[in-house]
């Protein structure tokens, strides 16, 4: 079947300006979750959904950052206000339970110049 | 706070040798460990998932071992081949779920 799909792939900005990152989970999943991995560094988590709520969100960087899922599927992580330092690789994980293996998309590299 | 260790960063073999890459972790308290590999510009793929009440799994070619009390859990790749050339990272679970990521290890194996 599918896997996780991840759009944009690639995502140029400038500074200032705010960017949507689209997660398409595996069909059925009903945990989805946020990672970051920047330039040097290892992998971030950023957020976690369980159906449509958000029960940890202890990894987002800031303010500017939110992030919603709908319908139980489709998850939507939004920055504001990009900074340079948001510059890195955005990655989608999905699973069937919150315990299960997580299924990784393929990122969203976001530059912000 | 748990902490994820890989060790060594980086290796290069020759193609057929028999390998190992290890993971450490701080907090022995952890609910299961999964062994990711990524591929230059890719995400990741899951190779191995290992719960705590697990010692072993095994996949074709690729073994993992779990042992939980000392914080160690070993990645072995028998007969290795130059498509095994990728970064593998560990990653541990403890009771919330969230995946802490190591730092991965970098292997290349050349012909």
């Known amino acids: 079947g599918a896997g996780v799909s991840q759009s944009p792939s690639n995502k140029v900005t400038e500074k200032g300006k705010d960017v949507e990152l689209r997660c398409d989970p595996i069909s059925g999943h009903t945990a989805l979750y946020w990672y970051r991995q920047s330039l040097g560094q290892g992998l971030e988590f950023l957020i976690y959904?369980?159906?449509?709520?958000?029960?940890?969100k202890s990894g987002l960087p800031s303010d500017r950052f939110s992030a919603e899922r709908t319908g139980g599927s489709v998850s939507t992580l939004t920055i504001q206000r990009t900074q340079q330092e948001d510059s890195a690789v955005y990655l989608c994980?999905?699973?069937?339970?919150?315990?299960?293996?997580?299924?990784f998309g393929p990122g969203t590299r976001l530059l912000v110049l | 706070k748990q902490e994820v260790t890989q060790i060594p960063a980086a290796l290069s073999v020759p193609e057929g040798e028999n390998l190992v890459l290890n993971c450490s972790f701080t907090?022995?308290?952890?609910?299961?460990l999964q062994w990711f590999r990524q591929d230059p510009g890719k995400g990741l793929t899951s190779l191995l998932l290992i719960q705590s009440s697990q010692r072993e799994q095994t996949s074709g070619r690729l073994n993992a071992s779990l042992d939980k009390s000392s914080g160690r859990s070993t990645l072995y790749i028998a007969a290795s081949q130059p498509g095994d050339s990728a970064t593998y990272l560990c990653a541990v679970r403890n009771n919330t779920d969230k995946l802490i990521f190591g730092t991965g290890t970098r292997l290349q194996v050349f012909p």
């Open positions: 959904f369980q159906g449509n709520s958000a029960p940890d």
């Open positions: 907090d022995s308290a952890i609910y299961n």
């Open positions: 994980a999905s699973s069937q339970d919150r315990r299960e293996t997580q299924y």
